[in-house]
C-alpha cells in the first residue's frame, strides 16, 4: 500500500513524553511522515534528532505571539497535524482549535477548561470531591497557620506539591520533621516568588500506576492501558521504570475521572496509587490532553498513537484495542544529541 505523504508539527521540542510520537510516526506502515518540531528553547535536544526534519524556535506559549506563530507555522510548512505535549500549552490551543482548523491544521483536544483544570491539581481535586473518586486527603498551604499539625496527623506522610508543576518539580516528600520545616520554607519562598499555591497532601503508600488513554470525538474509548511504576524513587514524576500491567479496578478508577473531568477528546494520562492500607486505588493527578512519558511500551505493543491519533483527527472510525499483554516494560536513559553550536543559534524564529 502506498503511503499517504502527510507533515506533522510536535511541540514541545523538550522532555522525553514527545519520543514515542516520534518513534510511532518513523514507523507508521499508512503514513510517510515529514516531522516539523518547535519549542520556544532552541537547544531543545530532541529537535535535533535524526528524525525530525525541520526544527523552529516558537514564542513561549503564555505570550501573545504564540497563536500568531504557531498560524504562521502551519502555513509556511504546510502543516497537516498539530500535537503538543506540554500542559501549558494545550488550553491555548485548544482555545484557538477552530482558527487552526480553519487554515487547514487538525489537532485533537479536549476542551480548554477541561484542561486548565487538569493542568491545576487544587482545581481538580476541589472538582473531584464531589465525585465518588477516591482522594489523598488535602489541604491548602495558605489556609494552614501551622502546617506542622498536619505533618504530625499523618504520623510524617506527607507530600508536598506545587499545584502548577509537572516533571517532579516543586514536589518534596520529607522523610523527617527537619525536612518538612525545611520543605514548608521553600513553598512559602517560592509561592511569594510566583504566586502558586501549594497543597499538603497525604502520601500514599502503595504501588504505583498510571494508565494512558484515548477516546475519539463521540467520548468513545480506543484504548486503556494500565502500568505499575518499579523505580525506587519516591517522586516517579516523568517515570523511568514501568511495566504494562493490566489492573482493571485502576482502569476503572482513571476512566471514571476522564469522563468527570470531560477530558474528550484525545488522549490521557492518569496517575494512581494502589493503598497497601486497604488495597484500593487513589487518584493523585491526571495529565489532560497528552500521552505519557513513557508511552513507548504501548507503541511497542502494537498499538500505532499516531496513527490512531490522524484517524480520529479525521472523523474516522476507529476500533477499539483491547489491552496489551503484561510485561513489556519502558526503561528510561538518558542520551546526548551532539550538534555543531551554529546549528542551534541558527534555528529559525517565527
Known amino acids: 500500500m502506498k503511503k499517504r505523504k502527510i507533515t506533522f508539527l510536535l511541540t514541545p521540542g523538550g522532555g522525553p513524553g514527545i519520543l514515542a510520537l516520534v ?3 518513523k514507523i507508521s506502515k499508512k503514513y510517510q511522515v515529514r516531522i516539523v518540531m518547535a519549542d520556544s528553547n532552541p537547544a531543545s535536544g530532541n529537535m535535533f534528532l535524526e528524525s525530525i526534519d525541520k526544527r523552529y524556535q516558537i514564542p513561549n506559549c503564555h505570550d501573545s505571539e504564540f497563536i500568531p506563530a504557531i498560524l504562521r507555522l502551519i502555513k509556511c510548512e ?3 497535524y498539530y500535537y503538543s505535549g506540554l500542559d501549558e500549552e494545550m488550553p491555548v490551543i485548544s482555545r484557538n482549535k477552530e ?3 480553519a487554515i487547514g ?3 485533537l483536544l479536549p476542551p480548554e477548561g477541561s484542561l486548565e483544570k487538569s493542568w491545576d491539581k487544587l482545581a481538580t481535586h476541589k472538582f473531584l470531591e464531589r465525585t465518588e473518586v477516591r482522594l489523598p486527603r488535602t489541604w491548602v498551604l495558605s489556609d494552614l497557620q501551622d502546617p506542622l499539625v498536619i505533618f504530625k496527623k499523618l504520623t510524617g506522610r506527607v507530600i508536598i506539591k506545587g499545584i502548577s508543576s509537572r516533571g517532579g518539580r516543586y514536589i518534596d516528600i520529607p522523610e523527617d520533621q527537619e525536612e518538612f520545616i525545611c520543605a514548608i520554607k521553600r513553598a512559602y519562598k517560592i509561592r511569594e516568588q510566583t504566586g502558586m499555591e501549594y497543597i499538603l497532601q497525604e502520601y500514599i503508600i502503595g504501588a504505583e500506576y498510571n ?3 484515548l477516546h475519539d470525538n463521540n467520548k468513545r474509548l480506543i484504548y486503556a492501558v494500565s ?3 518499579f523505580e525506587e524513587r519516591k517522586i516517579k514524576s516523568t517515570t523511568i521504570a514501568a511495566v504494562i500491567h493490566q489492573r482493571d479496578d485502576v482502569i476503572e478508577q482513571a476512566l471514571y475521572v476522564i469522563n468527570e473531568m470531560k477530558l474528550v477528546p484525545g488522549f490521557n494520562n492518569v496517575e494512581m496509587v494502589v493503598s497497601d492500607n486497604d488495597g484500593l486505588p487513589y487518584f493523585i493527578e491526571v495529565n489532560g490532553g497528552r500521552t505519557a512519558a513513557q508511552d513507548m511500551n ?3 505493543s502494537g498499538i500505532n498513537i499516531t496513527d490512531l491519533f490522524i484517524d480520529l483527527a479525521e472523523g474516522r472510525n476507529v476500533k477499539s484495542i483491547p489491552h496489551p499483554k503484561d510485561g513489556l516494560a519502558s526503561l528510561k536513559i538518558r542520551s546526548d544529541v551532539i550538534v555543531d553550536y551554529s546549528d542551534i543559534i541558527q534555528v529559525p524564529r517565527i
Request: aromatic share 0%; charged share 25%; with cysteine.
Open 298 to 300: 504501548i507503541v511497542a
Open 78 to 80: 504546510c502543516i497537516d
Open 227 to 229: 502500568r505499575r511504576k
Open 105 to 107: 491544521c487538525k489537532v
Open 23 to 25: 518513534h510511532s510516526l
Open 211 to 213: 494508565v494512558s488513554t
Open 99 to 101: 482558527l487552526i482548523n
